[in-house]
């Protein structure tokens, strides 16, 4: 029997196919007739033709040399322009249809797969394998690649061919040792890590090491050829798609541990990073978010980076001879060995930050927050949405003037911007309201409330206790306004939620002569007298500065905006553009926060 292909798509080889089944049923006595029609539906299908003649014709243009992808990025310049639209949804209608239109999961799919074709490479076509292989011979490949200014790096170096090399401490033979993403090899998809480099262009590499091989490729023009003997196991190369925010600033020609410097990355504290590869235990491969160079660049892992920090702080520990409350270190490796490129990141011990509930007052004890270690944090970007606004917090030290900031944008737009009401359990002074200025509870009822979780930040100062609670800043949030908070630095950590996310703008205090001159021209009163009844002392001035000092050290990976107190009206005409970005402009925040 034939079985009749009515529509003009169908792929001839599963009709082909679906002729033979039905040609063969009866010999296939073990196949069901619920199995035999299963099978048969699925060679009907139209989404199994289709996807067959999509595959075939891709082979074809590919085979032509007529398959070019105009471009392998095309989520990222989503993302761009989903950036720009943002604030121009609310003046066009046809900005905020596409604005939504490319946020559906459907589009998003559908450039994702457009990429992920679009990044493999198809050139150059090896030679069918012999079905008959002597099973002692070693399988020999012949890979060209088109020299470009990636460097190729010896004793585990790199690019020109956007690979690292290395000699295994094994066999002694020079093998890949790493792949960098985006590179001429990872594009060719025809060189593994772990493959075995036998010759480069007709030149034997026996007995040669990596900084050998190195010059043969500086030395060469145009194609260069590497006869290769193919590694055991070719896993292949996925990019993740993590951000990462860096909380430190990276210099790769100053790292005298980085397998090659070329390879390295540089980057600022604040970047984000796009990191397209964790397989290596020490060193990452990573981007610069919005970086249109394919090529990643060699970056130290988190496990890395944290050891780095111990070291510095040990040290410096010991220079204030504080060795009482040191923790072993463990020994930095220069570079990984042969075994450690698929080792799991290890994870130190102090990653993991335990919940603290915060009890502050004048004699501040740090060494809890000490004892994180930032290096990076997830981001992924939030995208505002009209009328529900993030809460703004400032930090920064006593005295700086963050309440008068505050206290400014209140009485800017009182329509706008609103702060809670927070709770003491001290008793009111004269001409205070109770809902006003404070609630007035007693501490019993302030610890009950404090032990069931209703503050999102609370502390002690002077035997009284203080705090905010979060079902006020949930109410003014829900109503619409700009929730301003200016809270205590150690209750960061409390504040910066998934439920709050909250816009952290630290106050930051100029250096001694500014703040000096600045307030007494202002005439500012002393915040460290509570009669406000004379001005700053030079104690003082110092006493801001090395606070400002401390919370930066401690807290400014959680800063997501820095502004320099110096000039009052300028530190606000920034803070209300500050404000605005954040109500106009999706921005990186903890991936937490958007999943």
Request: aromatic share 8%; proline share 6%.
């Amino acid at each position: 029997m034939t079985v009749v292909m009515e529509h003009v798509n169908w792929n001839p080889a599963l009709s082909t196919l679906l002729n033979s089944l039905e040609e063969n049923k009866s010999e296939i006595p073990s196949c069901t007739d619920e199995e035999f029609g299963f099978l048969s539906d699925l060679l009907r299908s139209k989404e199994l033709n289709a996807l067959v003649n999509v595959h075939k014709k891709i082979q074809s243009n590919a085979e032509d040399d007529k398959f070019f992808p105009v471009l392998s990025n095309s989520m990222d310049i989503d993302v761009e322009i989903l950036d720009m639209l943002a604030s121009k949804t609310h003046g066009s209608e046809l900005c905020r249809e596409l604005f939504h239109l490319l946020q559906k999961p459907h589009i998003q799919g559908l450039l994702c797969t457009h990429d992920a074709v679009a990044q493999k490479d198809y050139y150059p076509r090896l030679s069918e394998i012999p079905l008959e292989v002597d099973e002692d011979e070693e399988t020999v490949k012949i890979v060209q690649l088109v020299k470009s200014d990636e460097p190729l790096c010896g004793d585990d170096v790199e690019p020109i061919v956007g690979a690292t090399i290395k000699t295994c401490e094994i066999t002694g033979k020079i093998v890949i040792a790493r792949i960098m993403h985006g590179g001429a090899a990872d594009r060719s998809g025809l060189i593994h890590v772990g493959d075995e480099v036998c010759e480069v262009n007709n030149i034997s590499v026996e007995g040669k090491t990596p900084n050998d091989v190195l010059k043969i490729l500086q030395n060469s023009e145009g194609t260069i050829t590497f006869k290769i003997i193919p590694a055991d196991s070719k896993g292949g190369i996925r990019e993740s798609k993590v951000r990462v925010r860096a909380h430190f600033l990276y210099k790769a020609a100053d790292d005298p541990y980085i397998p090659c410097k070329e390879a390295g990355l540089d980057f600022n504290k604040g970047d984000v990073l796009h990191i397209v590869s964790q397989d290596d235990a020490y060193w990452w491969q990573a981007r610069r978010e919005g970086d249109r160079n394919m090529r990643a660049g060699l970056i130290p892992s988190r496990a890395l980076q944290e050891r780095r920090i111990i070291l510095e702080r040990q040290q410096k520990d010991k220079t204030d001879d504080e060795e009482d409350n040191l923790m072993p270190l463990p020994t930095l490796c220069p570079r990984p060995s042969t075994s450690s490129l698929h080792a799991s990141p290890t994870k130190c011990n102090l990653q993991g930050i335990k919940t603290k509930k915060i009890m502050y007052d004048a004699a501040e004890n740090d060494d809890f927050d000490r004892e994180e270690i930032p290096t990076y944090e997830e981001v992924a970007k939030l995208y505002p949405r009209p009328g529900l606004y993030r809460p703004v917090v400032l930090i920064g030290p006593p005295g700086v003037g963050r309440n008068e900031l505050k206290r400014r944008l209140l009485v800017t737009d009182p329509d706008k911007y609103k702060t809670p009401v927070p709770y003491t359990s001290r008793p009111p002074r004269p001409g205070e309201v109770d809902g006003k200025e404070y609630f007035f509870v007693t501490r019993e009822q302030m610890e009950q409330d404090i032990e069931s979780g209703k503050f999102i930040e609370y502390g002690e100062y002077k035997g009284n206790l203080y705090g905010t609670s979060g079902e006020s800043v949930s109410s003014l949030l829900n109503a619409g306004f700009v929730c301003l908070l200016s809270p205590h630095y150690q209750a960061l950590k409390m504040l910066r939620t998934p439920q709050s996310k909250p816009y952290v703008i630290y106050i930051k205090p100029p250096r001694f002569e500014i703040l000096k001159e600045t307030r007494n021209e202002a005439r500012a009163r002393s915040t460290f007298d509570e009669s406000n009844s004379r001005g700053f002392t030079d104690d003082e001035f110092n006493e801001i500065l090395h606070s400002a000092a401390r919370i930066e050290f401690l807290y400014s990976h959680l800063f997501d905006e820095v502004i320099v107190n110096g000039d009052l009206a300028i530190a606000f005409e920034q803070l209300v553009t500050a404000i605005h970005r954040v109500e106009s402009e999706p921005l990186w925040v903890p991936a937490s926060w958007v999943q």
